[in-house]
């Protein structure tokens, strides 16, 4: 994994320091709107943009403005889950021109023939992204896929509840004290990793015997968990339903932005570290106004205006110079190099493994 993977995990890394040397940004209400862009040929425009996208990942505003801009009407969808994005496109006449995967799951779209070819000529303002955010092992070319946000799946901890000190590794989460008090991924692979973690295995384990362990592991955590939840694990934490868990690092910076009684934790034995791409599924109705759409998430104001409202790590290079200079210093944004030398991603284990995968899922869930 740390072959296929270490050039992603290098430019991450590299990522976060460069963004945590940067200047202080601007704030959102000092980020200038975009205009249309002249080169956008109207004629071939479609009335409609059908985007399926994770839930809190993209600003109403920024579809507003889109939509004023173009004429385009933008009906949007979300999943919460990558293997809830799958099923739909894999059964065929989805109807949508956006969907955003992880790494992993562009992988498998790939092979499975789910995914468009990209018309660069149509996006340049690919040359914004940074660099080190190109050409990585899962889309070589940038043929099929644009990085859309990147982070870590790690701890979040209420310190009011929680001591800092109670939890420092992945094991700590098993505590008998913690009962009803966590919220956890509604995820397959990612909470299965966590088990994994904890018996020192990679969380792209193809061994049956590991990962028969993580199920027994993961049903008696099942006392601590209040709740599987990727839509909304800030509601939890911040009304105070749960004293922590396991969630995106986006999701941690806005909890730590409402208060500083939050704080996130990256165990020694390593974190999920992802990239979300945007991407086209095959055949999707609206092929060119998808391309636009895509090209006016990558100018650098509008992508700043996505950092702004959802704060993950952005791979777009222009947009830095907006980056709040209290979001620079939020480690569940930009945590230290040093923390993600163990980071892992998730990568594509072929239908069979995927298959396993989701039984001990939902033998867990069940």
């Not at 995967?101 to 660069?120: A, F, N, S, T, W």
């Not at 230290?336 to 396993?356: V, Y």
């Amino acid at each position: 994994m740390q072959n296929r993977w270490g050039r992603a995990l290098t430019a991450l890394v590299l990522a976060t320091t460069v963004l945590a040397g940067c200047s202080s940004g601007e704030k959102k209400s000092d980020i200038p709107a975009v205009t249309k862009d002249p080169k956008v040929d109207s004629a071939k425009l479609t009335k409609e943009l059908n985007v399926f996208n994770w839930t809190e990942y993209l600003p109403e505003s920024v579809i507003t403005d889109f939509e004023e801009l173009y004429g385009v009407k933008v009906n949007y969808d979300t999943y919460s889950s990558n293997e809830e994005m799958h099923a739909k496109l894999k059964a065929g006449g989805s109807g949508y021109d956006i969907v955003v995967p992880e790494i992993y799951m562009i992988k498998v779209l790939q092979r499975e023939g789910l995914l468009e070819k990209l018309d660069k000529a149509n996006i340049p303002n690919l040359a914004n992204l940074d660099s080190q955010f190109k050409g990585l092992p899962h889309d070589p070319q940038n043929d099929y896929s644009i990085p859309y946000m990147w982070g870590t799946t790690s701890i979040v901890i209420n310190t009011e509840k929680i001591k800092p000190e109670e939890v420092k590794t992945w094991a700590d989460l098993w505590k008998p004290e913690f009962k009803d008090r966590l919220v956890m991924p509604d995820d397959a692979r990612e909470t299965i990793a966590i088990a994994l973690r904890v018996d020192g295995q990679s969380i792209n384990t193809t061994d049956k015997a590991a990962l028969d362990k993580a199920k027994e592991r993961l049903l008696a955590l099942k006392p601590n968990v209040k709740a599987f939840n990727n839509d909304s694990p800030k509601d939890l934490l911040l009304g105070g339903e749960v004293w922590g868990g396991v969630v995106w690092s986006g999701e941690a910076a806005l909890v730590i932005r409402e208060s500083d009684k939050f704080q996130y934790v990256i165990p020694p034995e390593g974190v999920t570290l992802w990239i979300d791409n945007m991407a086209i599924p095959k055949g999707a109705p609206n092929k060119y106004t998808a391309e636009v759409f895509l090209n006016y998430l990558l100018t650098p104001e509008v992508s700043a205006r996505l950092s702004e409202e959802y704060p993950y790590g952005n791979p777009n290079k222009g947009a830095l110079k907006y980056i709040p200079e209290t979001d620079k210093k939020n480690p569940a944004i930009f945590p230290a190099a040093e923390s993600l030398k163990k980071a892992e991603s998730l990568d594509d284990l072929g239908d069979e493994m995927n298959q396993i995968y989701d039984q001990i899922w939902t033998e867990i869930k069940g």
